[in-house]
């Protein structure tokens, strides 16, 4: 088991989750309460994901979110994960990070992916793209050139943005984020919280084939970070109960039923059928639930595991004190680097 300073380093993923009886403002004053602790607690990122027209997660638009959190942290990266391309046009992709940047420095991470982040009807409300391999290939190539250093004549350029570079990352759920992140020599994220099925193809795939010498590389090494669930709390009991709130989100999610946030229940068994019962128990290897020691145990089982060099982690809990406090409780296991 490695020691505490040998552990690789830990980000946050954020969805702004809304809760029963939660207004839209409370979940989001939640997400900001949340990336100060994560910013004074040493995490190294604290990204957020597009999704659009679910009752569930409050945010659809990113790049506003991350400036309202850029007012309220100091140190921490900050970052999509992803912004999906699909629904943009890379020019007003450019212009809101390089405003971004322009305002706050160099703080923020663009992770792009090729979902739409949402149902087919409010992804044609949104459409711009298909996301096809190949246009979105081309439209990560736009982005980078557009944030890169001013090109003689060109014709359209984002400003602000040029010369911000704003580092990018690929996002993927599958080999074929894999492929795109390797040909265009970025660091990979791998949605590995929700999809761990493909995650150890898709590492040997992009370490394979990874290009540093790409028009758009921006590592000189293949560079992984994978998402994992986390939830910790004084005693592996109450992670246990407190964690059916995300098992049923993943139920709602996965049959179509998207809402706030469930309250945590006693019995699972009680309140759904043998079938759904699968699903809220799917992927246990991407689940590190229970006391702090136990969590970090599972955390280091994984990394042991999976070549990667950064776990992002993400927390669902119906109280969002209840999901502060895991996040507390890891980062002092974990021994992150406190901010002084």
């Known amino acids: 088991m490695p020691s505490a300073h040998h552990r690789i380093p830990l980000s946050v993923l954020d969805l702004a989750p809304r809760s029963q009886g939660m207004t839209p403002a409370d979940a989001l004053a939640a997400t900001r309460s949340l990336a100060q602790d994560a910013d004074r607690l040493g995490y190294r990122r604290f990204w957020v994901a597009e999704h659009h027209g679910t009752e569930t997660f409050m945010s659809s638009a990113t790049s506003l979110l991350l400036g309202h959190l850029a007012e309220h942290t100091q140190r921490i990266r900050l970052g999509s994960g992803g912004v999906m391309l699909p629904n943009h046009s890379p020019l007003m992709v450019a212009e809101y990070y390089g405003t971004l940047a322009t305002l706050h420095g160099d703080r923020f991470d663009l992770g792009l992916g090729r979902a739409?982040?949402?149902?087919?009807?409010?992804?044609?409300?949104?459409a711009r793209g298909t996301g096809s391999l190949d246009t979105f290939a081309q439209d990560v190539a736009d982005l980078a050139a557009y944030l890169g250093d001013p090109r003689p004549g060109a014709q359209v350029r984002a400003l602000p943005g040029e010369g911000t570079h704003v580092p990018l990352w690929m996002l993927g759920s599958s080999t074929g984020g894999a492929q795109v992140a390797a040909a265009l020599g970025l660091p990979f994220a791998f949605a590995s919280h929700f999809a761990p099925d493909h995650l150890d193809s898709a590492i040997e795939l992009y370490r394979t084939h990874f290009r540093a010498d790409a028009p758009t590389a921006q590592v000189e090494r293949p560079m992984v970070m994978a998402g994992i669930n986390v939830l910790a709390a004084p005693t592996g009991e109450e992670a246990r109960h407190l964690f059916t709130t995300a098992q049923l989100m993943a139920v709602r999610i996965r049959t179509g039923q998207p809402a706030p946030l469930d309250p945590p229940v006693q019995d699972l068994a009680?309140?759904?059928?043998?079938?759904?019962?699968?699903?809220a128990d799917a992927h246990q290897s991407v689940r590190a639930v229970g006391t702090p020691d136990e969590v970090a145990a599972h955390l280091d089982g994984f990394v042991s595991e999976h070549p990667v060099d950064e776990l992002i982690v993400t927390t669902y809990t119906h109280d969002p004190a209840m999901r502060r406090r895991s996040y507390a409780l890891l980062a002092e296991v974990w021994a992150l680097p406190q901010a002084a």
């Open 116 to 126: 739409p982040g949402t149902d087919p009807m409010t992804a044609a409300a949104l």
């Open 270 to 279: 009680a309140v759904l059928p043998e079938q759904l019962l699968q699903i």
